[in-house]
C-alpha cells in the first residue's frame, strides 16, 4: 500500500465532482453529439488523466505511476469492447442519439458507485486471503475463452434481469417522452423506455465489473491506484462512445486483442499468487512490461484492423435480428454482437 497524502484523495475527489458538474451543465441541452464535439470531449478526459497520473508520478512515487497507468489503460482497452454492448442496447429500444448522452451520464454515476464498492471490497480480500487470486484468473481466463468462443453475441437487452425487475416495480409505456424517465399517465406514474435503458445500462456494468475487477487487481492492489485509475476511465467513456459510434465494426481485431489481454493478465494474477504463497522463486511479471505489453497488443489490434478491414456485409446483416433498425445511423449491434430475440420490446 502506498502513502498517498490526504490532499491527493481529496484534490481526486473534487476533481470528480467538477468534471461530473461542467459534463452535466455542457450538455443540460439534449442533443446529438458528433464527432468532433466529442472528440474535443475525449481529449479533455484523457488529458485530465495523464495529468492527474503525472501527479502520481511526482508525488506518490515512480512505481505507482506506472501502476496508475497501466491500470487506466487497461480499463479504458476493456471499455472499449463495452462500446459494443451499449450500442446494441441503444438499437434495441431504438433510443433517439439526442438522449443518449443523458443515459451514459446516469450510466457512468453508477459505475463509479459499482466499480468503488467492488474494488474497496476486492482489495480487502486480496490483502487477507491471496490465493483468491488464482480464482481471479480461472474468471479472466473464463472471459477470454468467451470472448474467443463469441458466447455473448446472443445478448438480449431486453432479457436483462435489470429490464425484467424494473418492469415488475412500476409500468413501463411503449413510447418515449422527451428527456423523461418517468411520466404520470391517468393519475399513476409510468416509466418511459430510457429508464428501462438506464437498468440495461447498470446490470452491463456490473458484469462489466467480472471482467475488469480482478483484471486491475492484477495489475495493483492499492486502492487508491485502483480506483482513481478506474474512476478516470469511466468518466471518458461517454465521449468515447459517441466518438466511435458507427465505427465499432471497423476494429474487429479488437475483440481478439483484449483476448490476448486478459489471458496475460491471468498468467500475471498465477505469477503473483504463487510468488507470494507458493515459493518467492516463482518470478512476477513487472509493472512496466504489463504496460508495454497491453500498449503494444492494442496498437497491434488497431493497425490490424485497419490494414486488414472486415469484409463488407449487406444491410440485412447489418441491422439486429428480429428486424429492429439502426437508430439514426448508430448501429443496432455491433460486429458479431446482435440480440438473440427481439421478442420482449420496450413496455411489454
Known amino acids: 500500500m502506498y502513502d498517498v497524502p490526504l490532499w491527493l484523495w481529496m484534490t481526486f475527489a473534487v476533481t470528480v465532482l467538477v468534471s461530473l458538474a ?15 464535439e466529442a ?13 492527474f497520473g503525472v501527479v502520481v508520478f511526482w508525488e506518490v512515487g515512480t512505481n505507482a505511476g506506472v501502476e496508475y497507468t497501466t491500470a487506466w489503460l487497461l480499463e479504458k482497452s476493456l471499455s472499449v469492447d463495452n462500446l ?5 442496447i441503444f438499437g434495441y429500444f431504438k433510443v433517439p442519439r439526442a438522449y443518449q448522452h443523458r443515459v451514459l451520464f446516469l450510466g457512468v454515476l453508477g459505475a463509479l458507485v459499482f466499480r468503488g464498492v467492488f474494488l474497496a471490497a476486492g482489495v480487502a480480500v486480496v490483502s487477507r486471503f491471496t490465493a483468491v487470486l488464482f480464482v481471479f484468473a480461472a474468471i479472466l481466463f473464463w472471459s477470454t475463452y468467451k470472448i474467443l468462443k463469441g458466447e455473448d453475441d446472443t445478448f438480449d437487452p431486453g432479457k436483462s434481469v435489470a429490464v425484467r425487475l424494473l418492469r415488475k416495480i412500476i409500468p413501463v409505456r411503449d413510447d418515449y417522452a422527451g428527456p423523461h424517465f418517468i411520466v404520470k399517465e391517468a393519475g399513476k406514474h409510468v416509466a418511459t423506455p430510457l429508464l428501462a435503458v438506464v437498468a440495461a445500462i447498470e446490470a452491463a456494468d456490473l458484469v462489466f465489473a467480472v471482467d475488469s475487477v480482478p483484471a486491475v487487481l492484477a495489475v495493483s492492489s492499492d486502492a487508491f491506484v485502483v480506483y ?5 476511465a469511466i468518466l471518458g467513456l461517454r465521449a468515447l462512445y459517441f466518438m ?21 493478465i491471468a498468467v500475471k494474477l498465477i505469477l ?29 489490434s488497431v493497425a490490424l484492423s485497419r490494414l486488414r478491414p ?3 456485409r449487406d444491410e ?14 448508430l448501429p443496432g449491434g455491433s460486429g458479431s454482437k446482435q440480440p438473440g430475440s427481439q421478442r420482449d420490446r420496450p413496455g411489454t
Open 39 to 51: 472528440a474535443a470531449w475525449s481529449g479533455v478526459w484523457v488529458g485530465l488523466a495523464v495529468t
Open 22 to 36: 461542467v459534463d452535466l451543465l455542457a450538455h443540460r441541452q439534449a442533443h446529438v453529439i458528433g464527432f468532433r
Open 228 to 232: 482513481t485509475s478506474n474512476a478516470f
Open 84 to 88: 459494443f454492448v451499449f450500442a446494441l
Open 272 to 300: 503473483q499468487a504463487s510468488h507470494k504463497t507458493i515459493s518467492t522463486a516463482v518470478p512476477e511479471i513487472p509493472s512496466l512490461v504489463s504496460l508495454a505489453v497491453i500498449a503494444a497488443v492494442l496498437t497491434t
Open 244 to 264: 466511435l459510434a458507427g465505427l465499432l465494426d471497423r476494429f474487429h481485431y479488437l475483440s481478439k486483442g483484449l483476448a490476448l489481454i486478459l489471458s496475460f
Open 316 to 329: 440485412d446483416e447489418r441491422a439486429p435480428t428480429g428486424g429492429a433498425d439502426p437508430v439514426d445511423g
Open 310 to 312: 472486415a469484409p463488407a
